[in-house]
């Protein structure tokens, strides 16, 4: 059965997507992963994170997110980091 969210960034309605973890989170940063929302967290000196209240994003929303995050990467001489498994920013 579909579950209705409501997205924490435009407010918009969507059914839910990507509920499964995506084993590609050891190798990636995520801006290729499958995911449907995104957490602040604090990093401790040993990598160590805790993560705040994770954010429901519907999936326009994770698409632009995902685009920005890759634009300031990209913007910040870091453009390595913001390419997808396929090389592209
Ligand atoms: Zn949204």
Redesign the pocket.
């Known amino acids: 059965m579909a579950l209705a969210k409501k997205?924490?960034?435009?407010?918009?309605l969507?059914e839910n997507y990507n509920t499964f973890f995506d084993p590609g989170m050891e190798e990636s940063n995520g801006l290729d992963l499958d995911v449907n929302g995104i957490a602040f967290v604090n990093i401790d000196e040993e990598d160590m994170y805790f993560a705040q209240k994770p954010i429901d994003?519907?999936?326009?929303?994770?698409d632009?997110l995902k685009t920005h995050i890759r634009k300031m990467m990209k913007d910040a001489g870091n453009g390595n980091m913001a390419e997808d498994s396929d090389g592209n920013i």
């Open positions: 997205c924490d960034i435009c407010g918009n969507y994003c519907c999936p326009v929303c994770m632009k």
